[in-house]
């Protein structure tokens, strides 16, 4: 349903000496997955490692500096105005604070058939019809219709705009952090809605987090980012259970779930993310690695596909091999051989 090829966004910032030399925030750098229909993939990482541009970028909110985004097999950015209106409504994303996404002047029943109502005019009564029928997709009571988001809770208000963005029946929902504003229980609650939303409809996510509990319950598989790039993209189970790459191992190593049969770092690694303005050379996170040999300090490494349909970019855990097309070749057939239910590969 979606792919994304090699996809980068760089922000120039201006500045260097002479202004020969610009500074640019590498903010995403040669990312490329896809996502099947009724599936959900999440987007893992540290802040500021790239996710919420990612999902800028799948909106169309900021064009790519390189690559592309097809959207069932066009490519977004070749769309003109008009087309760019109707693809719109096959794609919408909730935001982390739904407060601030919510026109506070508008009712709960205004704010969710607004979208419906930028393309067909809607008399009274079909308004109605449709507030009420979104509500109980979402579990909120019919009553809160005429209420303003001040007078909901935070719960109620992400439910409002899960509605919102259900209303033009989209294929594809991104959501940024679209639980991480909430209390645990209310997050569960939410989680589960979205999951049986997609269970009812097919509906594909696009889901950021930074909550690696939050990811397990409701990703089918998990791209993690480091710096602007993939590094990791697995399987859920497979990724929590048996993580490849280091970084990967150390973010759950560092995450606060109490599972003991779990594979566990014995310390997460130390240190920050470097400054995308001046990444580190070859892997980015070589100097943080305890594994790091010269090769990463040199050498961007390759995506190479695993056997258990993951790709990982690590010169120590997944080496290319010393003919890379060969290897290449390999690896598909295997990746194409345990594809899953979801139909979906790099
Ligand atoms: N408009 C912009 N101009 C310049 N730099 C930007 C812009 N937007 C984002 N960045 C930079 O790009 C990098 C990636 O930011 P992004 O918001 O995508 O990260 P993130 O993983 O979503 O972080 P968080 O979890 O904190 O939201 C950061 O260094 C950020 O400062």
């Known amino acids: ?46 802040s500021g490692c790239g996710k919420s541009t990612v999902a800028r970028l799948l909106m169309r909110l900021v064009d790519p500096t390189n690559g592309r ?26 935001f982390q604070d739904p407060y601030s996404s919510l026109n506070p002047r508008l009712t709960a029943a205004q704010i969710i058939t607004e979208p419906v109502e930028n393309f067909e005019r809607l008399g009274h009564r079909k308004r109605q019809a449709l507030a009420a029928e979104l509500l109980q997709k979402v579990g909120l009571a019919p009553e809160i219709m005429h209420r303003l988001p ?18 033009l029946k989209p294929s594809i929902i991104i959501a940024d952090e679209a639980v991480s504003a909430l ?8 989680l589960n809605l979205l999951m049986d939303l997609q269970e009812q409809t097919g509906i594909a996510f696009v889901f950021i987090s930074h909550d690696l509990g939050v990811v397990e319950h409701i990703g089918h598989r998990v791209a993690v980012m480091y710096l602007g790039r993939i590094v990791e993209l697995a399987p859920c189970e497979a990724l929590f259970t048996k993580p490849v790459h280091p970084y990967t ?25 470097p400054s995308p303005i001046n990444p580190p050379s070859g892997c980015a996170f070589h100097p943080r690695c305890p594994f790091a040999v010269e090769r990463c300090r040199t050498t961007v490494p390759p995506s190479v596909p695993m056997a258990d ?18 290897q290449e070749m390999a690896g598909s057939a295997q990746l194409a051989s345990v594809a899953g239910p979801h139909g979906s590969v790099l």
Request: hydrophobic share 45%; net charge positive.
């Open 309 to 326: 349909g993951r790709v990982v970019a690590c010169h120590v855990r997944a080496p290319s091999a010393e003919f890379p097309g060969r």
């Open 150 to 167: 001040s007078e909901l809770s935070g719960g109620q208000r992400q439910r409002l705009a899960i509605a919102r963005a259900l209303s």
């Open 1 to 46: 349903m979606l792919k994304v090829e090699k996809l980068v966004k760089h922000y120039p910032l201006g500045g260097g000496i002479f202004n020969r030399d610009p500074l640019v925030v590498r903010a995403v750098e040669d990312v490329s997955f896809s996502v099947g229909a009724g599936e959900t993939l999440c987007i893992v990482g540290e």
């Open 183 to 190: 209390d645990v229980s209310v997050q569960a609650q939410i």
């Open 249 to 273: 191992e150390a973010l759950i190593a560092a995450a606060p779930v109490p599972d003991p049969t779990r594979v566990r770092l014995e310390a997460p690694v130390e240190g920050e993310v």
């Open 69 to 94: 985004v097809l959207l069932e097999g066009t490519d977004i950015a070749s769309l003109k105005k008009n087309e760019l209106r109707n693809w719109r409504r096959r794609m919408q994303m909730v």
